[in-house]
């Protein structure tokens, strides 16, 4: 090993972009966590590059690479549905791994991981360079829970059962289960997606969930504003009419500000004026991130009811503010909310049907409100995330230089 104390690693991180928010700033976390106990080729797709390229202009790392693997021509066609926009990412994984070997070949690389868009139900090249290989974080397991699947309507529904079964077909295939078994290490984004890897690819697995590493806009401590806040897209699958009909279930004093827009905004303004709560709900639609993280400093609580993460962002930002959380125990959130330094700061809401989650969201959201302003110490810490990073490359490297 040309240096083993930072070891140069290829990084395929086809969502990869800094001061973004979903898959892509995930993908931003992770390389810079690798980056601080190692120097990186990223392999990265075209959306954001010209971003990334002003971020490196303005931060000069020599240890730091990007290479772009052009998908400009491919991201214009088939954007319908996850299914057709990953089967034409599986067409950018092979100009990808075309581009490896050629830089395997110009430079002595050590290892290789397969950061993002990284799921059990895909194959990943970075198992077949011949170098050790971590395969994640990997998500893709999560599913909605059965009883909360009205919350989804007849479109949601429809979208549920045709990813199960895109899903589990592709998972299946020959060269995904080899890329699963052949990892020298996997890192898994919550226990769902570890329990459905193949039996044997399922030893000598880290749940390390890729929000850990978000890379959060800084800001000031703001002064208790005493709102609950919910920070999502507005769509079916993110549980925004639970935290409206927990509302409905709180104490009348309790104010409510919901940022995010989508096709949900419409329905959810007709239902609190159903409920008689429409005047202690503000709707913001979208703002920036850096204000988003603002008004998370400024709430009493965060609120977090997605029905199918695998990790969430939000989530982990709204922690790493040091604001008090309510999450659905299911998915990457559930793994997260776990995470947290300290467990009185946070509460889980189980699984169930709608009336039984909204009522348990709207009795932690009480409590909330009665409890003190918190300090403003994180939640999480990102340091232990990197270490824990840390030590999956190493053993992956150890195990192949022994």
Known sequence: MADERRPHLLVFAYACAPDQGSEYGAGWGVVTALREFARLTVLTGSRDIGSIRDWGKANQDPDLEFVEISDRRLGRFMRWHRIPEFLLYLLWLRKAKKAAFARMAATDLNGVVHATYSAFWLPTPATNLGIPSV?????????TPRPLW?????????QELLDLVSVRVMAWLPATRRSASRATRRLLQNRES???LPSRAQVDCRILNHALFSVVPQSDPEPDGGYALWVSPMESRKG???VVEALARTRSDITLMMVGDGPQRKPLEELAGRLGIADRITFTGWVERHEAVKLMRGARTVVFTGLREEGGLALAEAMYAARRVIVLDHGGAGAIARAATDQERVTLVPEGDLDAVASGFAAAIDAHHAALPVEDQPLLDRGAAVTELRDAVFEALEQDHN
């Open 150 to 158: 009205r919350l989804l309507g007849t479109a949601g529904v429809f």
């Open 240 to 242: 925004p009419r639970l």
């Open 194 to 196: 570890l329990e459905l």
């Open 135 to 143: 395969w994640g974080p990997v998500g893709g397991g999560v599913t």
